[in-house]
């Protein structure tokens, strides 16, 4: 059973950069037919995705947070991360990784827990 | 892309047949998906290709249509049912809708 884990701080400063990391348990990120994607989610709001990024290294960024964010995969680790600089007040929310099958419209069938990130001085 | 759900929230009771829409603001045939999020939970895929079950997901939920219409239903809403519910097509989603207790 594929599992995905968030982890990172909880707490960053405004300006600074937000750093997040998902190991990948269960099976291998290196598969064939996937992205590897962050979602966040702002307290009592929706889903927004942030990025994707393929074994292989072909990355997508949401246009709204392109500028600011930063996906990246190592193989070796079976692990992925984020990292968005600059954040303020507007970027905490609950983070999540997901796995997106890239077939039949791409849809997200593995998600982790999520990790609350706040963004205070 | 837009998406686009309605109602944005609802109140039924357990045994009600509930019907969720998802209109797109252009063509998308039929590359929608559905999840189920409960609080303090990460979302569930319930559906994929429009009206495709996830593996495990109760046959009472139901997807249909293609194009830029579709719906997500519930035969006979379950106590564990009452949750957010969220269309997504490729990096968007939809603003969710929440279904209440009546």
């Known amino acids: 059973q594929l599992q995905l884990q968030e982890s990172g701080p909880g707490l960053v400063k405004p300006s600074e950069t937000l750093s997040l990391t998902c190991s990948v348990s269960g099976g291998s990120i290196s598969s064939s037919g996937y992205f590897w994607i962050w979602v966040r989610q702002p307290p009592g709001k929706g889903l927004e995705w942030i990025a994707s990024?393929?074994?292989?290294?072909?990355?997508y960024y949401s246009a709204s947070l392109e500028s600011r964010v930063t996906i990246s995969v190592d193989t070796s680790t079976n692990e992925f991360s984020l990292k968005v600089r600059s954040v303020t007040a507007a970027d905490t929310a609950v983070y999540y990784c997901?796995?997106?099958?890239?077939?039949?419209?791409?849809?997200?069938?593995?998600w982790g827990q999520g990790t609350l990130v706040t963004v205070s001085s | 892309i837009q998406l686009t759900q309605s109602p944005s929230s609802l109140s039924a009771s357990v045994g009600d047949r509930v019907t969720i829409t998802c209109r797109a603001s252009?063509?998308?045939?039929?590359?929608l998906a559905w999840y189920q999020q409960k609080p303090g939970k990460a979302p569930k895929l319930l559906m994929f290709?429009?009206?495709t079950l996830q593996s495990g997901v109760p046959s009472r939920f139901s997807g249909s249509g293609s194009g830029t219409e579709f719906t997500l239903s519930i035969s006979s809403l379950q106590p564990e049912d009452f949750a957010t519910y969220y269309c997504?097509?490729?990096?968007?989603f939809g603003q969710g809708t929440k279904v209440e207790i009546k």
């Open positions: 252009q063509g998308i045939s039929s590359y």
């Open positions: 997504q097509h490729l990096g968007y």
């Open positions: 290709a429009a009206s």
């Open positions: 997901a796995r997106l099958r890239e077939t039949l419209g791409n849809y997200m069938d593995y």
């Open positions: 990024i393929s074994y292989y290294g072909i990355t």
